[in-house]
T-cell receptor
């Protein structure tokens, strides 16, 4: 079955440490997204990528970095510069926008906590 | 930047009662999507509305897009415990295909 796989499901970060969240999709989607979800805050866009080797900052990109070396993969690194990283991180993918937006398909998420 | 306001933030209903969540924007929207997120789960796409005044139904769910394309609503008739979750609207974030999500309405249903 096609879908989006995020790993790990739970992740703990020590002070000053960078951690990388994995996101892989086999839906052959061009576009991929990373969101952060905090209680009562909805989904906030961190980074998105429409094609390989290209990505754009979302609303809350500070303290995060991404890469898009392969169509299937869009890993997110939470750097030590992100002072409040505890949140639920969701990866999504969609077909390329043509006339209007395409539905986004989400992974199961990664819960990141500070040790 | 563009924002979509979603109300109410929380709604507690008795099973069998109806439920409505509203999504409002100060600007005209090209389209709007609705998602449902079950507790502990991830958002799942429900529907997209594109045309002014559009109404779409999915069983007990009715979705509407306002005539001015600045607001939308999701109405659930006779709620069931399986309807529990958070419902999000999401608007077009620009030419590159990203979405702007509302903060969601969390629905709880008392059996």
């Amino acid at each position: 079955d096609g879908g989006i796989t995020q790993s790990p499901k739970y992740l703990f970060r020590k002070e000053g440490q960078n951690v990388t969240l994995s996101c892989e999709q086999n839906l052959n989607h061009d576009a991929m997204y990373w969101y952060r979800q905090d209680p009562g805050q909805g989904l906030r866009l961190i980074y998105y990528s429409q094609i390989v080797n290209d990505f754009q900052k979302g609303d809350i990109a500070e303290g995060y970095s991404v890469s898009r070396e392969k169509k299937e993969s869009f890993p997110l690194t939470v750097t030590s510069a992100q002072k409040n990283p505890t949140a639920f991180y969701l990866c999504a993918s969609s077909r390329m926008r043509v006339v209007s937006n395409q539905p986004q398909h989400f992974g199961d998420g990664t819960r990141l906590s500070i040790l | 930047g563009q924002q979509v306001m979603q109300i109410p933030q929380y709604q507690h209903v008795q099973e069998g009662e109806d439920f409505t969540t509203y999504c409002n924007s100060s600007t005209t929207l090209s389209n709007i999507q609705w998602y449902k997120q079950r507790p502990g789960g991830h958002p799942v796409f429900l529907i997209q509305l594109v045309k002014s005044g559009e109404v779409k139904k999915q069983k007990r769910l009715t979705f509407q897009f306002g005539e001015a394309k600045k607001n939308s609503s999701l109405h659930i008739t006779a709620t069931q415990t399986t309807d529990v979750g958070t419902y999000f609207c999401a608007a077009d974030g620009g030419s590159q295909g990203n979405l702007i999500f509302g903060k969601g309405t969390k629905l709880s249903v008392k059996p």
